[in-house]
């Protein structure tokens, strides 16, 4: 370890018995992309990203000289693990039941400690030096830590996914961005109607990119019936808006009858406030006790580092 991840003034340390003042976080996308507090990790396709994290934490528990507490959502396997590493580079995983409950302060320690804003500048670096993949798995990883932190309709979370939208359209993934934007729409029609048009707007944008006829007609109703209750409250004022609203009353007119757009189509659209708030949100499982890939003890991996 070098001399300048050594604390200063020892006297200041939590003791080693001491809960965990402050929660990292860390993220492994579904592709195996892994992410610690806001940073791609550079995996050498060599390291599994468990181990990965388990070292990076590692490193800042004996930074601290005490136990450090992380949140681990893992994509692959479909699942979030709360962990405690210890200075010597040992960890176990806890239970949600043995976990210290975020509360208002602990939050506020935990984005004074390692700021959603930060890490959102970090993300539009790489995606201004098109490094759209780094950028769009960090957004994921913010928009996912976020959620679980503050529920999906916080605004740090909401902006979150709203970028997360915004890159996954720069990188051609049309369904997933007007997923994503529609959520954000969704959400906003729910809490704050006077905000609703221009994430509707979002929304439309990606969805005016789809060619499969069953998703064009199922997002199609969401989006129209949004534009329609905008305009019920008297705030679709935009002309653009107005413009893309007609322009999504006239794709879906254009279905016929005999094909499964039309049939789609034709089911009842969700009323804004109605049904999931995320469904593009696949559940996690619950944390559990013993997870083995996370469980370690002092060893090569470790030892080396010291």
């Not at 396997?77 to 405690?84: N, S």
């Not at 007609?217 to 969401?222: D, I, L």
């Not at 089911?267 to 049904?275: D, N, Q, V, Y």
């Amino acid at each position: 370890m070098t001399s300048s991840l050594t604390p200063r003034d020892q006297g200041k340390l939590p003791a080693l018995s001491a809960p965990p003042l402050i929660r990292l976080d860390a993220y492994v996308a579904e592709d195996g992309s892994t992410v610690v507090n806001g940073h791609l990790l550079e995996m050498g396709g060599i390291r599994q990203p468990n181990e990965a994290i388990l070292d990076a934490v590692a490193m800042f528990a004996r930074t601290l000289g005490a136990p450090v507490a992380a949140t681990v959502i893992d994509r692959t396997v479909m699942q979030v693990a709360r962990l405690r590493v210890y200075p010597d580079g040992s960890s176990r995983t806890i239970g949600d039941e043995e976990d210290l409950p975020p509360g208002l302060e602990r939050t506020a320690a935990e984005e004074a400690a390692f700021p959603p804003l930060a890490r959102v500048e970090r993300i539009i670096q790489h995606a201004r030096r098109d490094e759209l993949h780094a950028a769009f798995v960090l957004a994921g990883a913010l928009r996912e830590h976020l959620t679980l932190r503050r529920g999906a309709e916080d605004e740090l979370a909401l902006e979150a996914r709203a970028i997360e939208a915004y890159l996954a359209f720069l990188r051609g993934d049309y369904l997933l961005s007007t997923m994503l934007a529609l959520t954000v729409a969704r959400i906003r029609c729910r809490t704050d109607l006077t905000r609703a048009a221009p994430e509707v707007a979002r929304a439309t944008a990606a969805w005016q990119r789809l060619w499969d006829e069953g998703q064009v007609a199922t997002r199609g109703q969401e989006l129209l019936h949004m534009w329609e209750h905008l305009s019920a409250a008297g705030l679709l004022l935009e002309p653009s808006h107005q413009a893309m609203a007609q322009a999504v009353r006239n794709r879906l007119e254009r279905g016929t009858p005999s094909s499964p757009a039309a049939i789609t189509a034709s089911e009842p659209a969700l009323t804004p406030g109605e049904g999931p708030v995320a469904p593009e949100d696949k559940p996690l499982k619950p944390t559990r006790r013993g997870l083995r890939r996370f469980t370690r003890r002092p060893g090569p991996s470790t030892e080396g580092q010291q």
